[in-house]
């Protein structure tokens, strides 16, 4: 047995060694597909524009714009001088948020009068849309908070007023910034996309050139067929996810606080799993075409979707939320950023873990029974 499926696995390997395509496309595709993503997928807020429309013009509105643009999550690009400028900055996507001060603002605080303000936001993007106006409620709110305590501070004689204070700390990434939630999470959607397309294309060219036939007529078993074509294929995707963690690592240097090798033993059970699952769509396609874009519709796709990588699964409906446990990417990810962000192990993962490896048997299961042997 293990003679056989070294055989298929020297075979393999000196096709792969003679095509230069799939060598380009398992190490220059993953690492192009890192860095696009990992520099264009942002859900940050830094420098959004915003106007403004003081009607006041004093020194406490002054102080309060300063505010704004010493935060950091605002860049001011506008001074508004009529209403009618306020909805065509918005129509044309020239201000993210737009602030309107009245124009008794600073004699409402002085009487001690509560001052209302008004924040108009560009929905067009509503993630985005609500980080900005908590952004923006949130430095209001320091600033009344201080005018309050200077209040206090300057009127003796008026009975203290009593002060809630929060002081809200971050934990596992406290800069809140979105790469080191993506990247982590393109390390599964990277090894769900190219090892199922390679091994797809590999097994159904196969069938096209009619080569197939002599596994058919051979000796050799299904399942020896299925693991000695799975296991090159496994080793590239390994050295893959070896490649694209060192260079997101190094790239968008993201932290990774838990156990390397407990990573790459999920790495290792995930790899078998994507590439199973790229030999069970060869198994039931017969030409290239088909299998590429069957495994497209398969893996890449919902990995997307469906994995927790853009949205959290807690936001989707109920039914999409069982639907999610089809896809192993959503464990493959979990397991990613609980090791890299939260630093938690086994006692934590291993649902996930012991999810990866059924789902992997179920896999190689299924591809060698599809994958019958015939007679000549």
Known sequence: MKSLIFAVMLKEMREI???????????????????LFGSALSLDVKDASFAVYDQDGGPASRALIDRFSQSGYFKRTHDIRTEDEIAELLDRG?????????????????????????????????????????????????YALERTRERLATQGGVAPLALVRIESRVWFNAPLESVNYIVPGLFGVILMAFPPLLTALAVVREKEAGSVQQIFVSPIQPYEFIAGKMIPYAVIAFFEMIMILVAGLWWFHIPFRGSFPLFLAATVIYVFCTVGIGLLVSSITRSQLVAMLLSLLATLMPSFLFSGFLFPIYTMPTMLQLYTYLFPARYFIEISRGIAMKDVGLEVLWPQFLALLLYTALVFVATTRLFRKKVA
């Open 17 to 35: 060694r003679r095509d230069p395509i799939t060598i380009a496309v398992a190490v220059v595709l993953p690492l192009l597909m890192l860095y």
């Open 94 to 142: 020239r201000a993210r948020l737009v602030l309107i001060i009245p124009p008794d603002f600073a004699q409402q605080l002085a009487r001690g009068e509560t001052a209302e303000l008004q924040a108009l936001a560009d929905g067009s993007y509503s993630t985005t849309a609500m980080v900005i106006l908590g952004y923006a409620e949130a430095i209001v709110q320091g």
